[in-house]
C-alpha cells in the first residue's frame, strides 16, 4: 500500500499501537525536543508523537521512524531484508543488458512494470495545493528550535527538490533550514552533496536556482531522500518503486519543479548565487555534538501551499541512538549489495553501529582468502561514494556476528598485533566531524582482526590499576579517565609490557556506560594524529583538543537540554498523558557538557 499523505500514516500508527497524541499545549521551542528525546532513547525506540497543539494549525508529528516497526510500516515492507531483495531487483533490472533479442523480449514485461512506478506529471493543481499562500510567512509552521545553543528554529525534515540545469535530473535531498526570517532560511548543504553541485552549475550560468521543499507526504519520500541512491538517478523512481505506485507529481505555482501531489507542505522558492551566503547554525547534530555556525546559501520563500489538513513532520538528532538510527540501519543494508557486487565480493556483511553516528565506524565480515585482504577491502571503501568519509574500518572473519560487539572484541582481543594489523591512511571526512585538524580532511585507520596466518595472541601482561582510573572492557581493550594524556603515559607502569587498545577520556565520563564512552571515545579522536603505538600497545587520545594540543579550530561542546526546560517537562509530565515518566538523558551527560555556548 501506499500512503495518501501523513493522515493515512498517522492512522496506520495509530492503528498499530504505535502514536501517542499530545493535546495540551507544547512549545516548539526546546519542549517537544525535550519530550522526544526521552522517548526516542527508549530501548523500543519509544512511541511516535502527535503534538496537535503546538501554537499554529499544523499538528507536528516527530519519532515517526524511531523503531524498526514503524521503518516497516513506513515503507510497507515486514522485514528490512524483504526491502533490500525489491530494491536489489530494481538496480539489477535498470543495469541489465540483454545479450540478444530473446533477452530482449523477457524484458518486456519486466520493462512495462517498471514503467508503472515511475514518476507522473499530472495536470492542475494538486492536493498539495489545497491551499495556496503566495504572501508566505514561515512564522505560521510549528518550526522547532531543537537545542539551548541553537541558531534559531529549524526545519530538519526537508525533502528538498532541485534539477540539474545542464541535464534535467531531478534530485532530491535532505539539507537542514534554518529560519532566518518569515520568507527565508539557510539552506545547508554540503560540498559534497548534489544540491551543492546543482547550485555551482546555476552560479556559473548566473542564473537563481529553484527549489521546493517538500514536508510530509507518503513517508516514503522521506526515506529517498536520505537512501544511498547512486549518483544522477531519481529517487522518486527509488520511492515508486517502494510503494510499488508511481509518484504522482504536480507542477509548484511560482517555479517549475515538479513535487509529489500528497505533500502535505510544499515550501516553494529560490537561491541566488550572486548572492552572498548567510551565517547558519550552530545546530545540535546527529553527532552527538554542536555542528558550529558557518556561511550557507540563502533560501528565499515565494509560496507556501498545503492540503486542508495538513501534518507538519519534524524529526530532532544529537546524541545517539534516536530516530535517525533507523533510517540509517535501512541504507546501510540496501549499500552491502552494491558494494558485494562490484567493489569487494568477499565481504559478508556491513554494519554501521549508532554509536558510530554513520561515518565514524564500519564493522565488517569478510571471506578472508590471503594476507592483506583486510586493507584492501577498507581501501575499496574509503573509495566508494559516502563511504568515504569512514573514519574507523575493523574487519573480522566472514563467520563473526558483527552486531554481536562482544563477538567483535573478542575477535580484536585474540587476533590484533598491533604493530603490524593497523593501517593508517588519510581522506575526506565528513564536514561534520570535528576532531580533525582541518576541517573535512583528516585521518583514517583500518584494524584488520581476522585470523588467517595469524597465531592468537593470548593473554598479556595486565595494565596496573595502581594509580589509574581505568575501565576494562576486556583483556586487551579499556579506558582511562584522565585529563591529561601526556601525564597518563608517564604514570602508567609498564606500558610496554601490556598488549591492547588503551582509550584515554575525561575524568568526568567515568559513571557513563560502555555505549556511550565508545560514541564520545570515535568523535573525538583522529586516527592519524591522536593513536600512539607503543611497543604492543595502542593509546588512543579521545579528549578534548585546544590550543594547547596546537589544534586551531573551535571545538563543540555536546548537546544536551537545559535545566529549565528538563524541569518544566518533569513538572508536566503527567498532564500531558504520555505514560510512565521517563527521565532525561541529558542529566547523565551534564558532568561531561560544560553548557556555556556551542563551542568551548
Same mark, same amino acid.
Given at each position: 500500500?501506499?500512503?495518501?499523505?501523513?493522515?493515512?500514516?498517522?492512522?496506520?500508527? /495509530?492503528?498499530?499501537?504505535?502514536l501517542?497524541?499530545?493535546?495540551?499545549?507544547? !512549545?516548539? /521551542?526546546?519542549?517537544?525536543?525535550?519530550?522526544?528525546?526521552?522517548?526516542?532513547?527508549?530501548?523500543?525506540?519509544?512511541?511516535?508523537?502527535?503534538?496537535?497543539?503546538?501554537?499554529?494549525?499544523f499538528?507536528?508529528?516527530?519519532?515517526?521512524?524511531?523503531?524498526n516497526?514503524?521503518?516497516?510500516?513506513?515503507?510497507?515492507?515486514?522485514?528490512?531484508?524483504?526491502?533490500?531483495?525489491?530494491?536489489?531487483?530494481?538496480?539489477? $533490472?535498470?543495469?541489465?543488458?540483454? !545479450?540478444?533479442l530473446?533477452?530482449?523480449?523477457?524484458?518486456?514485461?519486466?520493462?512495462?512494470?517498471?514503467?508503472?512506478?515511475?514518476?507522473?506529471?499530472?495536470?492542475?493543481?494538486?492536493?498539495?495545493?489545497?491551499?495556496?499562500?503566495t504572501?508566505?510567512?514561515l512564522n505560521?509552521?510549528p518550526?522547532?528550535?531543537?537545542?539551548?545553543?541553537?541558531?534559531g528554529?529549524?526545519?530538519?525534515?526537508?525533502i528538498?527538490?532541485?534539477?540539474?540545469?545542464?541535464? *534535467?535530473?531531478?534530485?532530491?535531498?535532505?539539507?537542514?533550514?534554518?529560519? $532566518?526570517?518569515?520568507?527565508?532560511?539557510?539552506?545547508?548543504?554540503?560540498r559534497?552533496?548534489?544540491?551543492?553541485?546543482?547550485? %555551482?552549475?546555476?552560479?556559473?550560468?548566473g542564473?537563481?536556482?529553484?527549489?521546493?521543499?517538500?514536508?510530509?507526504?507518503?513517508?516514503?519520500?522521506?526515506?529517498?531522500?536520505?537512501?544511498?541512491?547512486?549518483?544522477?538517478?531519481?529517487?522518486y523512481?527509488?520511492?515508486?518503486?517502494?510503494?510499488?505506485?508511481?509518484?504522482?507529481?504536480?507542477?509548484?505555482?511560482?517555479n517549475d519543479?515538479?513535487?509529489?501531489?500528497?505533500?502535505?507542505?510544499?515550501?516553494?522558492g529560490y537561491?541566488?548565487?550572486?548572492?552572498?551566503?548567510?551565517?547558519?547554525? @550552530?545546530?545540535?547534530?546527529?553527532?552527538?555534538?554542536?555542528?558550529?555556525a558557518?556561511?550557507?546559501?540563502?533560501?528565499?520563500?515565494?509560496c507556501?501551499?498545503?492540503?486542508?489538513?495538513?501534518?507538519?513532520?519534524?524529526t530532532?538528532?544529537?546524541?545517539?541512538?534516536?530516530?535517525?538510527?533507523?533510517?540509517?540501519?535501512?541504507?546501510?543494508?540496501?549499500?552491502?549489495?552494491?558494494?558485494?557486487?562490484?567493489i569487494?565480493p568477499?565481504?559478508?556483511?556491513?554494519?554501521?553501529?549508532?554509536?558510530?553516528?554513520?561515518? %565514524?565506524?564500519?564493522?565488517v565480515?569478510?571471506?578472508?582468502?590471503?594476507?592483506?585482504q583486510?586493507?584492501?577491502?577498507?581501501s575499496?571503501?574509503?573509495?566508494a561514494?559516502?563511504? $568515504?568519509?569512514t573514519?574507523?574500518i575493523?574487519?573480522?572473519?566472514?563467520?563473526?556476528?558483527i552486531?554481536?560487539?562482544?563477538?567483535?572484541?573478542?575477535q580484536?582481543?585474540?587476533?590484533?598485533?598491533?604493530?603490524?594489523?593497523?593501517?593508517?591512511?588519510?581522506?575526506?571526512?565528513?564536514?561534520?566531524?570535528?576532531?580533525?585538524?582541518?576541517?573535512?580532511?583528516?585521518?583514517?585507520?583500518?584494524?584488520?582482526?581476522?585470523?588467517?596466518?595469524?597465531? /592468537?595472541?593470548?593473554?598479556n601482561?595486565?595494565?596496573?590499576?595502581?594509580?589509574?582510573?581505568?575501565?576494562?572492557?576486556?583483556?586487551?581493550?579499556?579506558f582511562?579517565?584522565?585529563?591529561?594524556?601526556?601525564?597518563?603515559?608517564?604514570?602508567?607502569?609498564?606500558?610496554?609490557?601490556?598488549?591492547?587498545?588503551?582509550?584515554?577520556?575525561?575524568?568526568?565520563?567515568?559513571?557513563?556506560?560502555?555505549?556511550?564512552?565508545?560514541?564520545?571515545?570515535?568523535? %573525538?579522536?583522529? @586516527?592519524?594524529?591522536?593513536?600512539?603505538?607503543?611497543?604492543?600497545?595502542? &593509546?588512543?587520545?579521545?579528549l578534548r583538543?585546544?590550543?594547547?594540543?596546537?589544534?586551531?579550530?573551535?571545538?563543540?561542546? &555536546?548537546v544536551?537540554?537545559?535545566?529549565?526546560?528538563?524541569?518544566?517537562? !518533569?513538572?508536566?509530565?503527567?498532564?500531558?498523558?504520555? *505514560?510512565?515518566?521517563?527521565?532525561?538523558?541529558?542529566?547523565?551527560?551534564?558532568?561531561?557538557?560544560?553548557?556555556?555556548?556551542?563551542?568551548l
Amino acid at each position: 500500500m501506499s500512503y495518501n499523505g501523513l493522515s493515512d500514516f498517522i492512522a496506520k500508527l /495509530k492503528e498499530e499501537g504505535q502514536l501517542i497524541e499530545i493535546d495540551e499545549f507544547v !512549545d516548539p /521551542k526546546l519542549e517537544i525536543t525535550e519530550i522526544t528525546d526521552r522517548f526516542s532513547k527508549e530501548a523500543d525506540g519509544g512511541k511516535a508523537l502527535l503534538f496537535n497543539n503546538n501554537g499554529t494549525e499544523f499538528p507536528l508529528l516527530i519519532n515517526a521512524f524511531g523503531n524498526n516497526r514503524r521503518m516497516n510500516l513506513a515503507l510497507n515492507i515486514e522485514s528490512s531484508d524483504e526491502f533490500v531483495d525489491r530494491i536489489e531487483a530494481l538496480f539489477k $533490472m535498470l543495469n541489465q543488458q540483454p !545479450d540478444n533479442l530473446l533477452q530482449k523480449i523477457k524484458m518486456v514485461p519486466k520493462l512495462a512494470g517498471l514503467a508503472k512506478m515511475l514518476p507522473k506529471k499530472l495536470k492542475g493543481k494538486g492536493a498539495c495545493q489545497e491551499v495556496i499562500n503566495t504572501s508566505p510567512d514561515l512564522n505560521k509552521l510549528p518550526i522547532l528550535t531543537c537545542w539551548p545553543f541553537d541558531g534559531g528554529p529549524f526545519i530538519t525534515y526537508p525533502i528538498v527538490n532541485t534539477v540539474d540545469p545542464d541535464t *534535467g535530473m531531478r534530485n532530491i535531498g535532505m539539507y537542514r533550514l534554518q529560519q $532566518m526570517s518569515e520568507n527565508t532560511t539557510g539552506m545547508h548543504w554540503h560540498r559534497h552533496k548534489v544540491g551543492a553541485r546543482h547550485y %555551482n552549475a546555476y552560479k556559473d550560468r548566473g542564473e537563481k536556482m529553484p527549489i521546493s521543499v517538500v514536508l510530509g507526504g507518503d513517508p516514503v519520500y522521506t526515506y529517498a531522500a536520505t537512501a544511498p541512491a547512486p549518483d544522477q538517478f531519481d529517487e522518486y523512481i527509488i520511492a515508486g518503486f517502494i510503494r510499488n505506485k508511481s509518484v504522482e507529481l504536480v507542477k509548484c505555482i511560482t517555479n517549475d519543479l515538479y513535487v509529489p501531489n500528497d505533500a502535505d507542505i510544499v515550501i516553494e522558492g529560490y537561491v541566488d548565487p550572486s548572492e552572498e551566503l548567510v551565517w547558519e547554525g @550552530p545546530f545540535g547534530d546527529h553527532t552527538g555534538f554542536y555542528s558550529l555556525a558557518d556561511y550557507y546559501p540563502k533560501f528565499h520563500v515565494t509560496c507556501i501551499t498545503h492540503r486542508k489538513g495538513a501534518i507538519y513532520p519534524a524529526t530532532i538528532v544529537g546524541v545517539p541512538p534516536m530516530e535517525d538510527a533507523f533510517l540509517g540501519e535501512i541504507s546501510e543494508k540496501l549499500f552491502l549489495k552494491p558494494l558485494q557486487i562490484g567493489i569487494a565480493p568477499e565481504v559478508k556483511d556491513m554494519h554501521m553501529p549508532v554509536a558510530g553516528v554513520v561515518h %565514524n565506524l564500519v564493522v565488517v565480515s569478510a571471506d578472508i582468502t590471503y594476507p592483506g585482504q583486510a586493507f584492501k577491502i577498507a581501501s575499496s571503501l574509503w573509495g566508494a561514494g559516502q563511504m $568515504m568519509f569512514t573514519k574507523y574500518i575493523v574487519v573480522v572473519d566472514k563467520d563473526i556476528d558483527i552486531r554481536d560487539y562482544k563477538s567483535v572484541i573478542q575477535q580484536i582481543d585474540q587476533n590484533v598485533n598491533w604493530n603490524t594489523d593497523l593501517l593508517f591512511s588519510k581522506g575526506p571526512l565528513d564536514i561534520l566531524d570535528h576532531a580533525s585538524t582541518v576541517q573535512s580532511v583528516g585521518g583514517k585507520l583500518c584494524i584488520d582482526a581476522t585470523s588467517l596466518g595469524k597465531e /592468537k595472541t593470548g593473554k598479556n601482561m595486565p595494565l596496573s590499576r595502581d594509580g589509574l582510573n581505568m575501565r576494562l572492557i576486556s583483556d586487551g581493550v579499556c579506558f582511562i579517565f584522565s585529563n591529561d594524556f601526556n601525564e597518563f603515559k608517564e604514570s602508567a607502569d609498564k606500558l610496554d609490557q601490556y598488549s591492547g587498545l588503551i582509550v584515554v577520556v575525561e575524568k568526568e565520563l567515568e559513571g557513563l556506560n560502555n555505549y556511550t564512552l565508545a560514541w564520545y571515545a570515535l568523535g %573525538n579522536s583522529d @586516527p592519524v594524529r591522536d593513536i600512539e603505538v607503543k611497543g604492543s600497545c595502542v &593509546l588512543v587520545n579521545a579528549l578534548r583538543k585546544n590550543d594547547s594540543d596546537d589544534f586551531k579550530r573551535p571545538w563543540p561542546d &555536546l548537546v544536551v537540554m537545559n535545566d529549565e526546560i528538563i524541569n518544566k517537562i !518533569d513538572q508536566k509530565w503527567s498532564s500531558l498523558d504520555l *505514560g510512565t515518566f521517563i527521565e532525561s538523558p541529558s542529566k547523565v551527560l551534564k558532568k561531561v557538557a560544560k553548557e556555556k555556548g556551542a563551542e568551548l
